[in-house]
């Protein structure tokens, strides 16, 4: 991780910065790359600890909202997150964000993020081995300008890994869910619908419908690649042009996956 003093600030912007005298704030050392090393690696080895309570760092990636691999890049120490990241981290794996950042508070009650008893008590004797559960992550794709939602408790919905895998021909943990906000995928997606989208689709390999990040902003767009690297974004709500994305700009996008399958609350599956 790069030794950096963007932890200490965070914890300062999320809590409000330490009260100091004057005598003490006059004297106060900037922290050495020694000292911002130590605090890296123990920010790795609190992560580390995270992920032995999930099923797996793909999981839990997943329901913080980034790609596995930036999570990794995470846990490597070759990069760390935003505040906006941290903070979904810690609302993730249920821990508080001062103990994720920086240490500070009692050490957590870890018990992971996903149930994994065999049958829960109120489940109706359901064996929870048998289904992929997906957490419905605070952070939405937009289908448009609209803001997400404020993140809410956090759910959780199931889905068979038998048809997982008959319906869509890939293994459970490979999908992760999204919620549609906007209106420029009208009308073959609404606001909030349901998207379920393959993350081993990483690349824009052909046409279709893709969960892309562009410059920390989540949507949800039909993407057509061009045989010169560039990229079209295309809407299905005719209102919203066609945005042309030159091939020199098409590596700075973040293909989330490719969604497979929608949901509506009225419409049913589709």
């Not at 005598?23 to 605090?39: C, D, H, Q, V």
Request: glycine share 10%; hydrophobic share 40%.
């Amino acid at each position: 991780m790069k030794a950096t003093s963007s932890w200490r600030k965070s914890v300062e912007i999320l809590y409000g910065a330490p009260q100091m005298s004057r005598r003490s704030e006059a004297a106060e050392i900037t922290p050495g790359a020694e000292y911002l090393a130590a605090n890296a690696a123990a920010f790795i080895a609190r992560l580390q600890e995270i992920v032995r309570h999930w099923p797996s760092a793909d999981r839990l990636a997943r329901a913080t909202g980034v790609s596995p691999s930036a999570f990794r890049k995470w846990l490597r120490g070759d990069a760390e997150p935003s505040r906006e990241r941290l903070v979904a981290l810690a609302k993730a794996a249920g821990v508080s964000v001062g103990w994720l950042a920086s240490g500070e508070g009692p050490p957590p009650r870890l018990g992971g993020g996903i149930p994994s008893s065999r049958s829960a008590p109120g489940s109706g004797g359901i064996d929870q081995r048998d289904y992929l559960l997906l957490p419905k992550r605070p952070h939405s794709a937009a289908a448009g300008a609209e803001t997400p939602p404020s993140a809410g408790p956090a759910e959780f919905i199931a889905f068979r890994h038998d048809w997982v895998r008959s319906e869509f021909g890939i293994e459970p943990d490979h999908l992760a869910i999204e919620t549609a906000v906007g209106e420029s995928m009208l009308p073959n997606i609404q606001p909030g619908d349901l998207l379920l989208v393959d993350t081993t689709e990483n690349r824009f390999r052909s046409f279709g419908i893709y969960v892309l990040e562009i410059a920390g902003e989540r949507l949800v767009k039909r993407v057509q690649p061009k045989l010169d690297g560039s990229l079209t974004l295309i809407s299905d709500n005719a209102t919203y042009e066609p945005k042309h994305i030159p091939a020199a700009q098409a590596g700075n996008i973040a293909v989330v996956g490719r969604v497979v399958w929608t949901c509506g609350p009225t419409r049913g599956s589709r």
